[in-house]
């Protein structure tokens, strides 16, 4: 029994500390006129995404900063934040381009201007590889 409280426990821990720092790196994306979007399909419940998203958060991200990039979360974990991240998809114009994308543990590239998906990246690939897909995409 203590055993499956003290696993209860860690998981709701890394979950909320893991949400809490990507939605905080989120944030920190304020690209007010991007010319391309970047959504990033995870999910809490997501081996690649557990595996990953630091990465993509420390290196991947920051690489991005002067780009002409917006990185958007697209929370797939449960029904309420789905429809939370959707919300958010839809102000950008986005949701019709990614509605029928499920697989978590992905970064979309997505057109600004078209609202055309220009390219899907696993995060699992090295940071360099994805910074570099990023950049072109942008150019």
Known sequence: MKHLVFKSVLFLLVT?????????????????????????????????????EGKVMREVMPA?????VKFIANDLTNEQTTLKSANELKKHHLFASIKESKTTGIIILINAKTGKVIKELSITKPSAELIQEI?????
């Open 64 to 68: 991005c900063n002067k780009l002409n």
């Open 16 to 52: 909320i500390i893991g949400s809490s720092v990507f939605y905080t790196a989120k944030a920190q994306s304020k690209q007010t006129n991007p010319k391309v979007f970047a959504v990033i399909n995870r999910a809490d419940w997501c081996p690649a995404c557990q595996a990953n």
């Open 135 to 139: 950049t072109i995409a942008q150019s």
